[in-house]
């Protein structure tokens, strides 16, 4: 299995830098058990479930339930379902007990029943025993998931959804990412999050995110279509979506094929206009793919440039978390090395000659700053080596990266002009 890690921010117990904007869990909360009151329980029901948690004597009617699972009666079964349900839901330590008393390969087997509402149960209860640790390992191994991915395909509403959940609570083991991949859940979660309601699409978005740390699952993701979903939920702000779609996002991008499909649906404009008008949080998401789109490509740096990127990217390097400013810088200093009409539209002085080195000034005196920018960009190998001579010439940065380019530009931009320098700067404004 390949799996890959271009960054390092956090999610679900893993760590992702990249991103790093801070607490993730408004942008991404684990799916939630099932919704209270999705099943109509029967006053004493309720009541024989309650006294069996509250005086923990559930263990004899866990064993009956267990063994109504596998009843001739198929009401027998939905009414062992939906109580193996509610204990799972309302107490963890029923979770195990459900577990070790046998119920899981029985649920499993309903998750094929073509009664829909019975199939419902199940996966419900599947879901809910899930949230468990120690029990997603057996229901992978009880064959859970290819009964999960066809109530993601055949089931209700709700069971679609909680099957969602399901395959996100089995995929937080790594193993599992694959076999859910390879079992034609991808294509069934892009459908989700193209058409179901917002909590299919969170779970939908919650699922994907986790799933598309494989690179496999990119590509069947790209392949199911799943750009066209994310830019649209990007663009539409009253979504409630933009944080969720943009992380998912930020875990395509590290592949070609979604970098590509990401251009062809129009993701370029609505990442600038993230940038331009979102929350913190958003801005950083999307100057992070933003970056990634620009590093490996002139054409779309070219793109980047002609969708007005570099006045809102400066804004960032002003007001935006510190790791907003570096990349916006990065992806200021990609563009304007390979197209220099953005250098100077954009007019970008750098201004404090201490302090935070990120700290940029948008100013409108064009003819007394852009001219020694571009010439600092375009003849930096003699100046940067006049000034730091261990940083690498030009041909390799490239290889190098842009950060030493980057900070010897900033002292260059701070220097008094020398005579050599202002020579080139009348050369490239002439």
């Known amino acids: 299995m390949e799996k890959e890690n271009p960054s390092n921010d956090t999610f679900m117990g893993r760590t992702f830098s990249d991103l790093s904007?801070?607490?993730?869990?408004?942008?991404?909360?684990?799916?939630?058990?099932?919704?209270?009151?999705?099943?109509?329980?029967?006053?004493?029901?309720s009541r024989r479930l309650l006294i069996a948690c509250a005086t923990d004597n559930s263990d004899e009617l866990i064993r009956q339930l267990v063994s109504d699972l596998e009843s001739c009666s198929i009401e027998e079964q939905k009414q062992a379902a939906m109580e193996i349900r509610l204990l799972a839901k309302n107490k963890s330590e029923n979770r195990i007990k459900i577990?070790?008393?046998?119920?899981?390969?029985?649920?499993?087997?309903?998750?094929?029943?073509?009664?829909?509402?019975?199939q419902e149960y199940g996966v419900t209860a599947i879901l809910n025993l899930s949230l468990c640790d120690e029990n997603k390992e057996l229901i992978a191994s009880s064959g859970a998931i290819k009964p999960l991915v066809r109530g993601l395909r055949t089931g209700t509403p709700t069971a679609k959804e909680n099957a969602a959940c399901a395959l996100l609570r089995l995929s937080q083991v790594e193993e599992n990412k694959v076999a859910i991949?390879?079992?034609?859940?991808?294509?069934?979660?892009?459908?989700?999050?193209?058409?179901?309601?917002f909590r299919g699409k969170k779970d939908a978005s919650t699922a994907l995110y986790s799933l598309c740390s494989v690179k496999e699952n990119k590509?069947?993701?790209?392949?199911?279509?799943?750009?066209?979903p994310l830019v649209e939920l990007m663009a539409d702000f009253s979504s409630n979506m933009v944080d969720k779609s943009a992380y998912v996002l930020s875990v395509m991008v590290s592949v070609a094929e979604a970098k590509t499909a990401l251009v062809e649906e129009g993701g370029i404009p609505v990442l600038v206009e993230i940038i331009e008008v979102g929350s913190q949080r958003q801005k950083e998401i999307a100057v992070a793919i933003l970056l990634q789109i620009c590093e490996e490509s002139v054409t779309y740096r070219t793109m980047v440039a002609r969708e007005g990127a570099i006045p809102p990217l400066v804004a960032l390097t002003q007001s935006g978390t510190n790791r907003a400013k570096q990349k916006a810088l990065s992806v200021i200093l990609l563009v304007s090395l390979t197209d220099t009409a953005s250098l100077f539209s954009s007019v970008l002085f750098f201004s404090s000659p201490v302090g935070d080195p990120w700290q940029a000034t948008w100013h409108g005196a064009f003819e007394k700053y852009s001219p020694i920018s571009m010439a600092v960009f375009r003849f930096g190998l003699e100046e940067v080596n006049d000034v730091k001579p261990r940083h690498l010439p030009f041909s390799q940065v490239g290889r190098d990266g842009f950060w030493p380019l980057a900070e010897t530009l900033i002292e260059l931009l701070r220097q008094p002009r020398?005579?050599?320098a202002a020579a080139k700067a009348s050369d490239v404004s002439e």
Not at 107 to 117: C, G, K, N, Y
């Open 21 to 45: 904007t801070g607490d993730d869990s408004s942008a991404f909360s684990d799916c939630n058990s099932d919704r209270s009151g999705e099943f109509p329980t029967a006053s004493n029901q």
């Open 99 to 118: 577990a070790k008393a046998g119920a899981v390969k029985p649920l499993v087997s309903l998750l094929s029943s073509s009664d829909l509402q019975l």
């Open 181 to 197: 991949g390879r079992s034609g859940a991808i294509p069934l979660l892009v459908n989700l999050l193209e058409s179901g309601g």
């Open 219 to 228: 590509i069947r993701a790209v392949n199911a279509g799943i750009m066209k």
């Open 418 to 420: 020398s005579g050599n």
